[in-house]
């Protein structure tokens, strides 16, 4: 309790578990009041007053002066510190190459001089990086606010170590994602805390250590936990690269907002979550990926009832198109069975759904690239993203309210699905359907060919 909550202390907390066979993931104390923790004796009340329910902790990514309401959450000036992490995601049984992944990022923070403030956790299905926060100097953070610095720091290193990392991805087969998921309200798993489904717990791994690293350091009969590794820190360590990171990238995060950054830079293969994504270019943080999951996953709901399956239906339908676009034949939309190339039929068992074809994996949830998508994939990948905006529960009513416009033979249809319900929103979800700036009588040909200003969309036009 002790360690967990001196991690936990001024960072916003959440809490996440199931209840009655629902995913749980808790973010307030109350209306417009966010989870803290200032002492043990606070994590304990919350421990037990969700006893049986939660089982996964987490911290956000920066730490705050004060924790009061909502809108010390919006106020930049209340970000006193940013811990810059980097997400590492493999299946458990490929734990190896995450190990291999954070040694390419090990590398490369210590070839710019960040050697003793770095510390890693094991996440449960991957390992996370972490520069403690106070690598930056208070002169520093007084120049360049936190969680800019924070930032254009992880997005460097992922720059620099891109084409290892591209190749560890390779690889792997397409099992290894690392990226930029640094946001304003983004969490990370407290040390400590156990996994969501495994029995694993996060334990913290001190980079001289790293190469001992086995995956029976994260069970619990057999824990290794090192918790001085992320109380060690050398004031200043980080501020060169910090300060050459922000040069070279001219970051201009909207902390307040969110809404439109430097795209991150992902690293991964058909099948685990992201298409490949260049460097360089804007677009909005709520993209098309996180657009088509959602309204996928609302389309399952509402002609099925099954909300875990809709989750997992709206994920893999995701990254299957997100795959096509990129290695399709000319990125062009096809109603084609979601098959691989190459990828080998026998021991694999496909469904059709919705008039498409769909692998199905050992545990009944919609399979990738040799991976389930799970529920708690798509709440890590797809909801996480939308609750940096408002509420999920929100969000999933108005994408539900949404698709139920639709005739049911529209929405069992994947063309005119495409067609009618994704395309007209796919690039202004947010302004159209979350924040309700569409026309009652519904969306004109106007809409549908992109709107006023926005040009038409031609038949050459790629999709995804």
Known sequence: MAEMSEWLRGRWVALAGRRGGEHVFIRHRGPGRPLRVNGPDDLRKLITRYKGVVRTVYGSVNIYERLERDSDLDDPGNIVATTPSWDIDVVLSEWRYAVEAARTILGALESHGVRRSVYLVWSGEGIHVHVNENAFSEELRQRIHPFNA?????????????????????????????????????????????????????????????????????????MRHHPYAWRRHLPGEADGLAEEAVKKLGLRYKLWRGLRAKKSVVVAEPGTGQAPREVGEEKPRIGRFETMALLQAARYYVLTGDLDRAKSFGLNRAIFYAWAKYYGPSGRYARVAARRPGESVSGKRFVKVFGEEVPVGPSGYFEMGGREQRPEDFDRQVRSRFEALMPWEQVWRKAVEYVSRFPRSVLRDPQRFYEEVYLPVRDNFVEKVLLGRHERRGFSLLDFLGGKGSGKTGRGEKRG
Do not use: Q
């Open 150 to 222: 924070a930032y254009a720091v992880v997005e460097y290193v992922l720059l620099e170590t891109r084409p290892r990392l591209v190749e560890l991805s390779r690889k792997s087969k397409g099992v290894l994602k690392v990226e930029n998921i640094m946001d304003v309200k983004r969490v990370f798993t407290a040390p400590l805390s156990l996994h969501r489904e495994h029995d694993l717990v996060a334990v913290v791994i001190p980079p001289e250590r790293l190469d001992e690293f086995d995956i029976s350091w994260a069970r619990p009969e057999t």
